[in-house]
């Protein structure tokens, strides 16, 4: 399978801990998103990487919040001090610089109890 | 946050009907994407649309990117039930620089009585 692979699936926390998601974008696309999605909506962005550079922040990103791509390949997604209002499903898509379609994987489920 | 106006927001048919969904913006768009999510999982591409005007299909599935370039929609013929879902609507904001999020409408939600 050479889509997007996303790791955990599946992430329970108490309040206050601090998690990291990874995710593997498809091995040729060098830009690679963040979103997150709570019931009922629709996705929304987080952050996006050009290679290794992190080019938007969207100011839902607070300062617990940090994204990495060190090598321009995968990418993590930390939060710290974890909030309940944290709980909701985190995307990673990527695309090609060419096209720029993205495609999405997965999906980690966070819970904050 | 900016949405896109998805409608219907939700649809009951039953097997074999056509279903039609269509997304609206104020703003223009230099591209508008249709996914399919299932639950508990990511959305899934169906179809990419590039250009003012195309009209694109995938199987049993055609999408259209409006001229005006501020609307699409989605049209899936004789729905089956492996069709239920959740449909998105996306669109890429025709801007310079590094905006390339994608801004989302709620969703369709699509129910298929056998």
């Known amino acids: 399978d050479t889509g997007v692979s996303q790791d955990p699936r599946h992430k329970i926390t108490k309040r206050g801990q601090n998690v990291t998601f990874r995710c593997d974008p498809i091995?040729?696309?060098?830009?690679l998103y963040w979103y997150r999605q709570t019931l009922g909506q629709g996705p929304e962005f987080l952050t996006y990487?050009?290679?290794?550079?992190?080019?938007?922040k969207s100011r839902l990103l607070s300062d617990r919040f940090s994204a990495e791509r060190p090598k321009g390949s995968f990418s993590t997604l930390e939060i710290q001090r974890t909030e309940q209002g944290d709980s909701a499903m985190y995307l990673c898509?990527?695309?090609?610089?060419?096209?720029?379609?993205?495609?999405f994987g997965p999906g980690t489920r966070l819970t904050v109890l | 946050g900016q949405q896109l106006n998805q409608s219907p927001q939700s649809m009951f048919i039953q097997e074999g009907e056509d279903v039609s969904m269509n997304c609206t913006s104020s703003?223009?768009?230099?591209?508008w994407l249709w996914y399919k999510q299932d639950p508990g999982e990511g959305p899934v591409l169906l179809i990419a649309?590039?250009?003012a005007g195309e009209l694109t299909s995938n199987g049993r599935l055609t999408a259209q990117f409006g001229i005006t370039r501020k609307d699409s929609f989605l049209n899936i013929s004789a729905s089956i039930p492996s069709d239920v879902g959740i449909y998105f609507c996306?669109?890429?904001?025709?801007?310079?620089?590094?905006?390339?999020?994608?801004?989302w409408g709620l969703g369709t939600s699509l129910a298929v009585n056998p």
């Open positions: 703003s223009i768009f230099n591209t």
């Open positions: 996306a669109g890429q904001l025709k801007s310079a620089g590094n905006n390339r999020k994608l801004i």
């Open positions: 091995s040729e696309h060098n830009r």
């Open positions: 898509a990527s695309s090609s610089f060419s096209l720029d379609t993205q495609y």
């Open positions: 649309l590039y250009k």
């Open positions: 990487f050009q290679n290794e550079a992190q080019l938007e």
